[in-house]
């Protein structure tokens, strides 16, 4: 079946820090790739996204690059700043009969200090 | 984006009674209602996926006479849980996708938290 992991967390940093969160999957077929970011309080937003292999979605400085021989898709960013605090969930849609549904990784709680 | 609405934002009950949880697309008409449920500190998951106009489609494992969805409207979702118990505590997400929109986008609600006494 198709799964995400994601490096646990807490991840604590000082601002302008540079920031590295992991993600590996396993899908059949061509999966889109996802990160989405759940700020205090808030829904999940969509953060940024890539549809296929080598593609990188970028989004607010974060950055992720759809690596299909390692199977990852990993976010990053250089500086990162308090307001970035928050949990980030990678996702995959493996597409097909599962179009439409996507499959979270457990997230990510990301906490940034002035 | 689209925006999309819970309610009730949080929501105690007793054990044995029903609970039933709104989402709302405010700004588009959803064609596709996702609802998910996340426990502490883990990640969602999908329950079920609610078409407008149609049944319900359950994930394997999800009692679908527990969990009753309806998609009434293009702009409301409901979901009931019937005969609460205290194991159904847990944070409840609905998400809306639209074939008008790249369906792969979801937009999520703000979730409501279910806690069973």
């Known amino acids: 079946g198709n799964s995400v992991t994601q490096m646990e967390g807490p991840v604590t940093l000082s601002e302008e820090a540079f920031l590295t969160i992991n993600c590996t999957y396993t899908?059949?077929?061509?999966?889109?790739l996802f990160w989405y970011v759940q700020y205090p309080g808030e829904g999940l937003q969509l953060l940024l996204k890539a549809t296929k292999a080598d593609d990188k979605g970028s989004n607010k400085g974060f950055e992720a690059t759809y690596r299909k021989e390692t199977t990852s898709f990993h976010l990053e960013k250089g500086s990162v700043q308090v307001s970035d605090s928050a949990v980030y969930f990678c996702a995959l849609n493996a597409g097909g009969t599962s179009y439409g549904k996507l499959t979270f990784g457990q997230g990510t709680i990301l906490t940034v200090h002035p | 984006g689209a925006v999309v609405s819970q309610h009730p934002s949080r929501v105690i009950c007793k054990s044995g009674t029903s609970v039933k949880i709104e989402c709302r697309s405010l700004?588009?008409?959803?064609?596709?209602m996702f609802w998910y449920r996340q426990f502490p500190k883990q990640s969602l998951m999908l329950m079920a996926t609610s078409n407008e106009g149609s049944k319900a489609t359950y994930e394997q494992g999800v009692e679908k006479d527990k969990f009753l969805i309806n998609h009434a409207s293009l702009t409301l979702s409901t979901l009931t849980v019937t005969s609460a118990h205290p194991e159904d505590s847990s944070f409840y997400i609905c998400?809306?996708?639209?074939?008008?929109?790249?369906?792969?986008?979801?937009?999520f609600g703000p979730g409501t938290r279910l806690l069973v006494l």
């Open positions: 899908a059949t077929g061509y999966p889109s």
């Open positions: 998400s809306v996708g639209s074939l008008r929109l790249f369906q792969e986008t979801q937009y």
């Open positions: 700004d588009f008409q959803a064609t596709t």
